[in-house]
Protein backbone atom coordinates (compact mmCIF):
# COMPACT_ATOMS: atom_id res chain seq x y z
CA UNK A 1 0.00 0.00 0.00
CA UNK A 2 1.83 3.23 -1.22
CA UNK A 3 1.71 6.02 1.33
CA UNK A 4 -0.77 9.34 0.33
CA UNK A 5 1.74 11.69 1.07
CA UNK A 6 3.97 10.46 -1.85
CA UNK A 7 0.95 9.71 -4.28
CA UNK A 8 -0.50 13.21 -4.01
CA UNK A 9 2.54 15.28 -4.24
CA UNK A 10 1.24 17.93 -2.28
CA UNK A 11 -1.47 18.37 -4.68
CA UNK A 12 -5.15 17.86 -4.09
CA UNK A 13 -6.78 14.18 -4.43
CA UNK A 14 -8.66 15.61 -7.65
CA UNK A 15 -6.09 17.18 -8.95
CA UNK A 16 -3.28 13.41 -8.89
CA UNK A 17 -6.63 11.81 -9.80
CA UNK A 18 -7.63 13.69 -13.00
CA UNK A 19 -3.78 13.47 -13.68
CA UNK A 20 -3.57 9.75 -13.33
CA UNK A 21 -6.59 9.45 -15.29
CA UNK A 22 -5.56 11.93 -18.56
CA UNK A 23 -2.23 9.58 -18.39
CA UNK A 24 -4.25 6.33 -18.61
CA UNK A 25 -5.97 7.81 -21.60
CA UNK A 26 -3.72 9.01 -23.79
CA UNK A 27 -0.93 6.37 -23.12
CA UNK A 28 -3.88 3.64 -23.36
CA UNK A 29 -4.15 5.29 -27.07
CA UNK A 30 -0.98 4.88 -28.05
CA UNK A 31 0.43 1.32 -29.12
CA UNK A 32 3.61 0.06 -28.02
CA UNK A 33 4.45 3.26 -27.26
CA UNK A 34 8.56 3.93 -27.05
CA UNK A 35 10.27 5.59 -23.96
CA UNK A 36 9.92 8.89 -25.52
CA UNK A 37 6.18 8.69 -26.66
CA UNK A 38 5.97 7.58 -22.98
CA UNK A 39 8.17 10.82 -21.43
CA UNK A 40 6.55 13.32 -23.50
CA UNK A 41 2.57 11.84 -23.25
CA UNK A 42 3.46 12.46 -19.16
CA UNK A 43 5.23 15.49 -19.57
CA UNK A 44 1.91 16.79 -21.40
CA UNK A 45 -0.30 15.49 -18.78
CA UNK A 46 2.04 17.08 -16.11
CA UNK A 47 1.85 20.52 -18.30
CA UNK A 48 -2.08 20.32 -18.83
CA UNK A 49 -2.51 19.45 -15.00
CA UNK A 50 -0.31 22.33 -13.82
CA UNK A 51 1.65 19.74 -12.16
CA UNK A 52 5.62 19.95 -12.15
CA UNK A 53 7.14 16.99 -13.81
CA UNK A 54 8.09 15.02 -10.98
CA UNK A 55 5.72 15.55 -8.75
CA UNK A 56 3.51 13.73 -11.35
CA UNK A 57 6.34 11.30 -12.20
CA UNK A 58 6.66 10.90 -8.61
CA UNK A 59 3.08 9.57 -8.12
CA UNK A 60 2.90 7.33 -10.53
CA UNK A 61 5.51 6.11 -9.16
CA UNK A 62 3.86 5.52 -5.89
CA UNK A 63 0.95 4.55 -7.32
CA UNK A 64 2.94 1.64 -9.55
CA UNK A 65 5.19 0.63 -6.43
CA UNK A 66 4.53 2.19 -3.33
CA UNK A 67 7.97 2.87 -2.99
CA UNK A 68 9.68 6.25 -3.67
CA UNK A 69 12.56 5.06 -5.55
CA UNK A 70 12.66 3.03 -8.58
CA UNK A 71 13.96 1.46 -11.89
CA UNK A 72 12.84 4.18 -14.66
CA UNK A 73 9.05 4.06 -14.33
CA UNK A 74 8.74 3.57 -18.36
CA UNK A 75 10.54 0.46 -17.69
CA UNK A 76 8.47 -0.80 -14.85
CA UNK A 77 5.71 -0.04 -16.93
CA UNK A 78 6.92 -2.36 -20.21
CA UNK A 79 7.86 -4.91 -17.30
CA UNK A 80 4.72 -4.47 -15.37
CA UNK A 81 2.81 -4.50 -19.20
CA UNK A 82 0.31 -1.77 -19.95
CA UNK A 83 -2.66 -3.83 -18.54
CA UNK A 84 -1.23 -4.39 -15.24
CA UNK A 85 0.39 -0.65 -15.12
CA UNK A 86 -3.12 1.23 -15.93
CA UNK A 87 -4.85 -0.47 -13.17
CA UNK A 88 -2.25 0.27 -9.93
CA UNK A 89 -2.74 3.54 -11.49
CA UNK A 90 -6.87 3.38 -11.63
CA UNK A 91 -6.82 1.83 -8.14
CA UNK A 92 -4.44 5.08 -6.71
Known sequence: SYDLADLLQQQSPQ??????????ISLGTLDEPTSADWESTVRKVADQNQLSHKALFMSMRSALTA????????????ALGWQESFARLKQA
Not at 15 to 24: F, Y
Not at 67 to 78: A, C, G, S
Open 15 to 24: VITSALEQVI
Open 67 to 78: RQHTPPLYEMMV
